[in-house]
């Protein structure tokens, strides 16, 4: 028989197991947490006893008391990734290769993780692009970190599956972060690109930028990193470049989690590369349709075994019953942003988000919104032409509804925001309490 290379392999199973039966993609997930869970208690000192609990005296493992074995705080990755890092690693499982976060969200963590974790992460990221019909024969332009190997608008070769025929003409073209607007409609341009790569905080800045300068450039469709994009982004592309928005759920630590149903039922989990929980503060699933942490525990990361790990994102449990889509894979009803940039009110309730209107309301593109002492909050924004006359008055009557009346708001026009080394633009920001920003 041919030899079929692995990236192969696994997506030819994620094109099948997205449809299996649930009790199908249930044992095979328990088959998997089986494995990592015994290889982290016998290699890792952190799990050395802290599963315990799963296990009958017997040495089988007692599902029913997953939900009792402690979640694992990003503060403990940071502080604590020597000893919970495997001394047996995997050797089939690799090369390994260090990965780092930039720590713009929290605790910056830096772990070594595996080739499996990003075989399963690739994969899962052409299943979710093939549910939205991006075309792998087009032009991508890709964004990442300075690299010494390719400077800007150097072809990087395909970006679809690559032993696919239509992925052969696809062309993948390198840009940074840091590249500007102009530069980056250069680059559609010169190429004549179907897609792009954005992250929030570029794009914010991008379509501020297209907004104000009238200039017109069209995509087919934008490949979202990192999470759930905001209504207003999602219809600003549609709008200003006739692009749909393809998102990804992903994190350095879990790799590709979950990607839209393509009939918009919600988002389908990655359930064949890792387990995703929505759980309330005592560690149990939420009720579908209620807000909880999100916890995972990836199966690739076996150097660094994560085993319900705090991801510090807040989401909406999906239903639970199959989707109409016929995707037997669990669903995720929505995001609700990174934990720690909730706000709370006095009565310990979370605030609203602000509204659309309020945006308006201020004359306010992008914007951040930071918390500068208990009860004050400046709001920093850029300047946007909604057609109305922005009101003052009438903006902070909305923010002392969707915050709380005591809440104190200074407004602050800026003329950029400064991207941290990722992209990341934060909307909301802690700057009262630093232990509020620990992920914890
Ligand atoms: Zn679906």
Known sequence: MPQINPLERIFNMLEDSQWWPRDRLVEMQRIELSRLVRHAKSSSPFYRTRLDCLFHPNGTIDWDRWVDVPIMARAELSHQRGSIQSRRPVQEHGPFGWVKTSGSTGDPVEFLTTRVLNDLSVASLWRGQKWANMDWSGVMIHMAAESPKFKIGDVMGSWGPFWLRESAKGRRIFATYS????????????????????????AVLFLDYLRSSEVSVSLQSVQFIGGAASEYIRRDFRTLLGADVVELYSSKEGGSMASRCPQGHGWHQNAESVLVEIVDDQGKPVAAGETGRVVITPFGSTTTPLIRYDQGDLAVAGPTEICPCGRTLPRIASFSGRLRHVFRRPDGGSVNELSIDARRQLGAGTWQIARVAEHSFEVRYMKRDWGVAPNLAEFRKSFA????????????????????????????????DPASQEGI
């Open 179 to 202: 590249i500007g607007a102009e530069e980056r409609i250069k680059l559609m341009r010169q190429f004549d690109a179907g897609y792009s790569t954005f992250t929030d905080g570029m």
């Open 401 to 432: 509804e969707d915050y709380y009346p005591e809440a104190q708001v200074k407004i602050i026009e800026v003329d950029n925001f400064i991207l941290g080394p990722t992209g990341k633009h934060m909307e909301r920001l802690d700057e009262w």
